[in-house]
């Protein structure tokens, strides 16, 4: 049974950094891509950033340059590194990773119907 246990949102002030968590349990996940999405109140989830086995990433042009995303093969841990925060990045954040030996790199990874596993979301709140 695939797990995805997202950690770490919060509040903060603009200008400031949080670093999300996703716990995955489950699955071997290097055979996988996985990535971050958010939806904020009002708006359609939006892909943020993926990353894939060999650690080829990519990110929403919103978050180019703030964020970094990476993964710990040891700890079967994935994680978002949030710098330079505004307060248009409030919202849920999500984890979420493909079916298996599925990925994807560029913009068709940032897109959420090749996603079909989730986790339950953690609030990040910028003010």
């Known amino acids: 049974h695939v797990q995805l246990v997202e950690s770490g949102g919060g509040s903060v002030q603009a200008g400031g950094s949080l670093r999300l968590s996703c716990a995955v349990s489950g699955f071997n996940y290097r055979n996988y891509c996985m990535a971050w999405f958010r939806r904020a109140p009002g708006k359609e989830r939006e892909g943020v950033a993926s990353?894939?086995?060999?650690?080829?990433?990519t990110y929403a042009d919103s978050v180019k340059g703030r964020f970094t995303v990476a993964k710990d093969d040891a700890t079967n841990t994935l994680y978002l590194q949030m710098n330079n925060l505004k307060p248009e990045d409030t919202a849920m954040y999500y984890c979420a990773a493909t079916p298996s030996g599925i990925w994807y790199i560029g913009s068709r990874s940032l897109a959420s119907d090749v996603y079909n596993s989730w986790g339950q979301g953690t609030q990040v709140t910028v003010s």
């Open positions: 990353i894939v086995r060999g650690g080829v990433s």
